[in-house]
């Protein structure tokens, strides 16, 4: 498994912008899928970003495309979300998550999960 440990979140004003940051260490960091995903009070956890072990495809919810990027440094075994013109409706804790699997969208495919960073966007 790969240990992650999120950073980044806080409180931002509707319109704001945020970076994410997640650091990795233990299994090898750059053979991994990497993702986002975020889950709200009352609401199941849901896929947010995510992007290939080289960096090459990325892949996003429809609801923070053009919004969000997510991107990778395996130098550094660090994956990143920028996060612009934020919404109310992205408050959430966002989690970072590791996976070998070809399941991008959903959580199963990923075996490896930060504690989260709490993101939140005032009206």
């Known amino acids: 498994q790969v240990q992650l440990v999120e950073s980044g979140g806080g409180l931002v004003q509707a319109g704001g912008s945020l970076r994410l940051s997640c650091a990795a260490s233990?299994?090898?960091?750059?053979?991994?899928?990497l993702g986002w995903f975020r889950q709200a009070p009352g609401k199941e956890r849901e896929f947010v970003a995510a992007?290939?072990?080289?960096?090459?495809?990325?892949y996003y919810a429809d609801s923070v495309k053009g919004r969000f990027t997510i991107s990778r440094d395996n130098a550094k075994n660090t994956v990143y979300l920028q996060m612009k013109s934020l919404k109310p409706e992205d408050t959430a804790l966002y989690y970072c998550?590791?996976?070998?699997?070809?399941?991008?969208?959903?959580?199963?495919?990923?075996?490896?999960w930060g504690q989260g960073t709490q993101v939140t966007v005032s009206s």
């Open positions: 998550a590791a996976g070998l699997g070809t399941i991008v969208r959903d959580p199963v495919g990923y075996d490896s």
């Open positions: 233990g299994r090898t960091f750059s053979s991994n899928r």
């Open positions: 992007i290939t072990w080289n960096g090459v495809f990325t």
